[in-house]
Antibody, heavy 122, light 109 residues
Framework: QVQLQESGPGLVKPSETLSLTCTVS????????WSWIRQPPGKGLEWIGY???????NYNPSLKSRVTILVDTSKNQFTLKLTSVTAADTAVYYC????????????????WGQGTLVTVSS | QSALTQPRSVSGSPGQSVTISCTGT?????????VSWYQQHPGKAPKLLIY???KRPSGVPDRFSGSKSGNTASLTISGLQAEDEADYYC?????????FGTGTKVTVL
């Protein structure tokens, strides 16, 4: 079955760029939509954005000016970049697959990665 | 886009039923049949319970069911079990395109 694993620095300095990678195993990244979702400590979930395997993206308007999501089908990975981070960006970041494959996006997330905590601090 | 409104907590005894509401607007919950529900145990990733308002993925017990009326979606847990104690989040397509609920802690008494 498909498994997702987030990786990247656990500590980022304010004003710098947060960069995380999600590696997909047990299945192909092709033909699916893939999302990044975050959860500040003790708080709720926030959708960041998604990418289709051919590179089509859609971002949360509240983060759009700072977010870029890229895909590398040769490595079965997709990447999140968030620029100009502040303490408010401290969160557990999850990657997740959209439910079923195909051109039309399915509007649920399954499965999820285990999540990785990113702390923004000097 | 504001978060969908959920009660902060609900509780019930083993075997009882509890219902969690998820209230939005005509721009999200009320406008689309794309509400999903997730269960999250402490320190763990969310797990899909319900998608497209009422559909249950394989492997999810039929004790979990979803519904929607107007701008409010609901998740019902029937025959509450100890392992159901967790946080629950709704999520709706909103054209933006996704908004999550504020989360509900379910306590099994």
């Amino acid at each position: 079955q498909v498994q997702l694993q987030e990786s990247g620095p656990g500590l980022v300095k304010p004003s710098e760029t947060l960069s995380l990678t999600c590696t997909v195993s047990g299945g192909s990244i092709s033909n699916y939509y893939w999302s990044w979702i975050r959860q500040p400590p003790g708080k709720g979930l926030e959708w960041i954005g998604y990418i289709y395997y051919i590179g089509t993206t859609n971002y949360n308007p509240s983060l759009k000016s700072r977010v870029t999501i890229l895909v590398d089908t040769s490595k079965n990975q997709f990447t999140l970049k968030l620029t100009s981070v502040t303490a408010a960006d401290t969160a557990v970041y999850y990657c997740a697959r959209h439910g079923v494959g195909g051109y039309y996006v399915s509007n649920w997330f399954d499965p999820w990665g285990q999540g990785t905590l990113v702390t923004v601090s000097s | 886009q504001s978060a969908l409104t959920q009660p902060r907590s609900v509780s019930g005894s083993p075997g009882q039923s509890v219902t969690i509401s998820c209230t939005g607007t005509s721009s999200d919950v009320g406008g689309y049949n794309y509400v999903s529900w997730y269960q999250q145990h402490p320190g763990k990733a969310p797990k899909l319970l319900i998608y497209d308002v009422t559909k249950r993925p394989s492997g999810v017990p039929d004790r979990f069911s979803g519904s929607k009326s107007g701008n409010t979606a609901s998740l019902t847990i029937s025959g509450l079990q100890a392992e159901d104690e967790a946080d629950y989040y709704c999520c709706s397509y909103a054209g933006t395109p996704y908004v999550f609920g504020t989360g509900t802690k379910v306590t099994v008494l």
